[in-house]
C-alpha cells in the first residue's frame, strides 16, 4: 500500500482563529518535509493533530516561517505553549509567537484547491503486538494523534472499538471491556494508504472492514495460569467428595458459591484456547470412550434420535398420502366432470349436423330460385335492348342524308365544370427481397448493423435518427438515395437557415419536391436527408418539423435521416430539441455507396397488430422504458420487416430509451457531449 504521489498535511498548531501552521508527512521514515501556514477554515477548526488530503497547493503573500527540515515529531507541539505569544493586528504582517523572531522568513502563505479530512489508524513499529496489548490493558498506550479509527493488536488484525484516549493523552480498553472477548476486525480490501515512521497508518482510501470476530487478547501465559487455578480447584473438590459421591455435582456446587463471573470467563477462554490445541482434540474421543456414563448419554441420544426421526418420518408420509388420496379424489371428480361435457358435445354435435343438412337443403333451393330469376331477368333485358334497336334503326333510316347544320348544346348531365384529375404515375416498388438486399449493401458499406439500419428506418417517420461522425453526412445521403433514388431531397444546414422555409426555400435541396411527392403518394416512403443540423440552430425547425407531420400538416410518409458532425464551429441544441432525436455513432470506416436504388419502399406508417405481441414481450425485458414509453417503443418495433431479428432491433431502442432518460434527469450521457456546448 502506498500513497500513489497524494499529498497529505497534518496540522501541528493553530496561531489563531483562522491560522494554522500545518506540516507535510511522506511515508518512511522521511517524516515531515514542509511547514505551511494555511487559512483553511476546516483545517484550523479540526485543531491539531487532524490529518488532511490536499490538491491545488498555491503560495499568496503572508508572513509565515520560511520551510524547516529538522522539525519533531509533528505529535508533539512545534511551539511551547509557555512561550509569550503576539496578537497583533494583520495589517503589521507579523509573526505569530516571538521565536518566529528568531528565523528567517519572507511574505507568503498557503491556499489548497481541495481539503479532505482523512482518518488514521495505528500499527506499532517499535514494539511487538504484546506490548501493545499490554499497554492498553494499563491505559498508556501511546499514539501521535487524538483520533485514531483502528488499532492494530495482531498481524492482521484491528481493534476497531473498546478502546478510548484519556484525560492523559495515552489510550487504554473501554470501561468494562473485557480482554478475554474483544472484537477485532480485518481488512479485506486494499485501501490506498500512507505509512509513517511514528507508526500511523493513513488511509487515503476507505478501507472495508470484515465482520468483527471475539478475540482473547491476553497472554497465553495468563490463560494457562488461570487453567491451572481450575484444575487445583477440580482436584480439591475431587479429594473432598465422599466415597460413592459424584464429582461433578460436588464441582458444580463449589463453582457455583465460591467463583465469581471473572473466573467464569476465565475457564471459557482456556477452553477456547485447549480447543484449539490438536493433540488434546486427538485424544478427547479416546477419554470419553472411556466414561461409563457418557457412553450411555451417547446411546440415550442416539435411541431419541432414531425416536425422531421415526417419528418425523412416519408424520410426513401419512401427509404424503393423505395429500394424494385428496388428489385422487380430484382427479376422479374431474373425469366424472369430462365425460358429461364428452356426452353433452357429442349430443350437440348431432344437433348441429342435423341442423347443417337442413340449412344446405333450405340455401341450395333458394341459390336455384335466384339463378332462375336472375336468367328471366337476363332474357327480359336482351329483349328490351333488342327492341330499342331496332326502334333506333328505323329511326336511323328516316334521317335525311343532308340535315341541317344546327349547333347542339352538351346535355346538362355531361356538364363538368370541375378539372379533371391529374392521373398519378404508378412507381416502381422493391419488393420484400430488394429491399432485403438493400439494407445488407449499406450495412458492408456504412459500417453500421443491419438492425441498426432497420432501427433508424423505423424511426425516422416517427422523430429523427441523428448519424454522428466524421462521415454521418455521406451515410446519411447513401441511405436516402438507395430507398428514394439517387434525386432524393438532400438539404445541408447552415447558421443562414434559421425556419423550415429556408431549408424549403433552397432549390438545390429538392426539399420542396420530396413534400409534393409524399402528399402525391401517399403509400411509399419518401426519404429526405438534412446533414450538419449543429451547423446552424436548428431548434427553430426541428420541433415544427416532428409535430406538423405529427399532427398531418406535414405527410407523414416523409422520412428524414439527419446527420452531426464532430468538429468544426457548431451550435449547442437545448435539451427540449434533444427529445426529438435518436444519435447513432458511424464508425470512420464508412465507405461510399454505389447505387442501390431498386424501386420505392412502401410506406407502413401504423403499427403491426401481428408482431405487436412479440414487439412488447421483447421490450418489456428492459427497464428502460416507461409505461407510456413502452407502448409507442412496442408500436415501433412492430413495423420491423419480416426475417428481421426483434431482439437486435430492439438494443437501438433501448439505448435511445436511455437518452431520453438522460436528459430528463440532467445526467450524463455518450452522445450528450455533441449537442451541449459545442460553440467553436
Given at each position: ?12 498548531k493553530v496561531?489563531?482563529?483562522?491560522a494554522?501552521?500545518v506540516?507535510e ?10 511547514l505551511?501556514?494555511?487559512?483553511e ?9 487532524s490529518?488532511w ?5 498555491k ?19 512545534m ?5 509569550s505569544?503576539?496578537?497583533?493586528s494583520?495589517?503589521f504582517e ?40 499490554s ?5 498508556r498506550?501511546?499514539i501521535?494523534?487524538k483520533?485514531?479509527?483502528a488499532?492494530?493488536?495482531a ?5 476497531t ?7 492523559s ?9 473485557d ?14 494508504s ?10 487515503l482510501s476507505?478501507p ?7 478475540k482473547?487478547?491476553r497472554?497465553e ?8 487455578r481450575?484444575l487445583?480447584r477440580?482436584?480439591?473438590?475431587a479429594d ?10 460436588l464441582?458444580r456446587?463449589?463453582?457455583a ?13 482456556a477452553?477456547?484456547?485447549?480447543a484449539?490445541?490438536?493433540s488434546i ?8 470412550a472411556?466414561d461409563?456414563?457418557?457412553q ?8 431419541q434420535?432414531q425416536e425422531r426421526?421415526k ?7 401419512e ?5 394424494e ?7 376422479r371428480?374431474?373425469?366424472i ?9 357429442g ?9 347443417a343438412?337442413?340449412?344446405?337443403e ?11 330469376q ?31 347544320s344546327?349547333v347542339?348544346?352538351p346535355p346538362l ?8 384529375p391529374?392521373e398519378?404515375i404508378a412507381?416502381p416498388t422493391?419488393d ?10 449499406l ?8 438492425a441498426d ?14 448519424l454522428i461522425?466524421?462521415?454521418?453526412a455521406g ?8 430507398i ?8 445541408f ?6 425556419s423550415?422555409?429556408?431549408?424549403m426555400?433552397d432549390e ?6 420530396a ?9 411509399i416512403?419518401v ?9 446552424g ?6 420541433p ?11 405527410p ?24 426529438f ?21 412502401p410506406?407502413e406508417?401504423?403499427a ?5 405481441a ?17 407502448q ?7 413495423r ?5 431479428e426483434?431482439t437486435?432491433?430492439?438494443k437501438?431502442?433501448?439505448q435511445?430509451?436511455?437518452w ?20 467553436g
Open positions: 500500500m502506498s500513497g500513489s504521489g497524494k499529498t497529505v498535511f497534518q496540522v501541528v496561531l489563531n482563529h483562522s494554522a501552521l506540516a508527512l511522506r511515508a518512511g521514515n522521511s517524516g515531515i518535509v514542509k505551511r501556514e494555511t487559512r477554515p476546516r483545517m484550523v477548526l479540526d485543531g491539531v493533530g490529518l488530503l490536499v490538491t491545488g497547493e503560495d499568496e503573500p503572508k508572513q509565515v516561517l520560511e520551510d524547516l527540515e529538522d522539525l519533531p515529531d509533528v505529535s508533539l507541539p511551539i511551547s505553549h509557555l512561550s505569544s503576539i496578537r497583533a494583520s495589517e507579523l509573526p505569530a509567537n516571538v521565536e518566529a523572531f528568531n528565523l528567517s522568513g519572507h511574505f507568503k502563505t498557503t491556499t489548497f484547491v481541495t481539503v479532505t479530512r482523512v482518518l488514521a489508524a495505528y500499527s506499532a513499529r517499535s514494539i511487538d503486538f504484546e506490548e501493545v496489548v499497554r492498553l490493558r494499563e491505559g498506550l501511546d501521535p494523534s483520533e485514531i479509527i488499532i492494530e493488536i498481524q492482521g488484525e484491528w481493534l472499538s473498546q478502546f478510548v484516549r484519556l484525560h493523552g495515552s489510550y487504554g480498553l473501554s470501561p468494562g471491556a480482554p478475554r472477548a474483544l472484537p477485532v476486525k480485518t481488512i479485506e480490501n486494499r485501501p490506498d500512507m505509512r509513517l515512521s511514528s507508526g500511523l497508518l493513513v488511509f476507505e472495508r472492514w470484515s465482520i468483527a470476530t471475539e482473547d487478547v497472554p501465559r495468563e490463560v494457562l495460569e488461570s487453567a491451572e481450575w487445583g477440580s482436584k480439591l473438590a473432598k467428595a465422599p466415597e460413592g459421591g459424584d464429582v461433578i455435582d464441582l456446587h463449589h463453582v458459591t465460591t467463583v465469581n463471573e471473572d473466573e467464569k470467563a476465565d475457564i471459557s477462554a477452553a477456547r484456547l485447549l484449539g490445541r490438536q482434540l486427538d485424544i478427547m474421543p479416546q477419554i470419553l472411556k461409563p456414563a457418557f450411555k448419554r451417547v446411546q440415550e441420544f442416539e435411541l434420535e426421526l417419528e418425523g418420518l412416519r408424520s410426513r408420509v401427509a404424503e398420502i393423505k395429500a388420496k385428496s388428489r385422487l379424489v380430484e382427479i371428480a374431474e373425469i366432470e369430462a365425460e358429461t361435457r364428452l356426452a353433452v358435445a349430443q350437440r354435435e348431432l344437433l348441429l349436423r342435423n341442423e343438412e337442413k340449412h344446405d333450405v340455401m341450395k333451393a333458394r341459390i336455384a330460385e335466384a339463378a332462375s336472375l336468367q328471366g331477368t337476363a332474357a327480359a333485358q336482351g329483349d328490351h335492348l333488342r327492341r330499342e334497336l331496332d326502334e333506333l334503326r328505323d329511326l336511323v333510316l328516316q334521317i335525311p342524308s343532308h340535315p341541317p344546327v347542339l348544346s348531365e355531361l356538364r363538368n365544370d370541375d378539372a379533371a391529374t398519378r412507381e422493391a420484400q427481397d430488394a429491399r432485403r438486399s438493400i439494407v445488407v449493401g450495412s458492408s458499406m456504412t459500417g453500421l448493423t443491419q439500419l432497420i432501427a433508424i428506418l423505423l424511426k425516422s417517420t416517427d422523430e429523427v435518427p441523428v461522425g466524421e462521415k454521418a451515410v446519411a445521403a447513401d441511405v436516402v438515395a438507395a428514394g433514388g439517387t434525386d432524393s431531397a438532400v438539404a444546414c447552415d447558421p443562414s437557415r434559421i423550415w422555409q429556408d431549408l426555400r438545390t435541396s429538392g426539399l420542396s419536391a413534400v409534393a411527392k409524399a402528399k402525391a403518394n401517399p403509400d416512403l426519404p429526405i436527408a438534412i446533414c450538419g443540423i449543429t451547423n440552430p436548428c431548434e427553430y425547425w426541428l415544427q418539423f416532428v409535430e406538423s407531420r405529427r399532427v398531418g400538416r406535414l407523414r410518409n416523409i422520412a428524414i435521416v439527419a446527420s452531426a458532425g464532430v468538429d468544426g464551429s457548431r451550435v449547442s441544441v437545448p435539451d427540449s430539441v434533444l427529445r432525436l435518436m444519435p447513432i455513432e458511424v464508425p470512420d470506416s464508412a465507405k461510399p455507396v454505389r447505387r442501390l436504388f431498386a424501386g420505392s419502399w410506406a406508417l401504423d403491426n397488430r401481428a408482431n405487436l412479440d414487439a412488447l414481450d421483447v421490450l418489456s425485458q428492459s427497464e428502460a422504458f416507461e409505461n407510456g414509453a413502452l409507442r417503443a412496442a408500436k415501433t418495433l412492430s420491423s420487416p419480416p426475417g428481421v426483434m437486435a432491433v430492439a437501438l431502442l433501448v435511445h430509451a436511455k431520453l432518460a438522460s436528459i430528463s434527469g440532467n445526467g450524463q450521457y455518450e452522445f450528450k457531449n455533441h449537442f451541449k456546448n459545442i460553440e
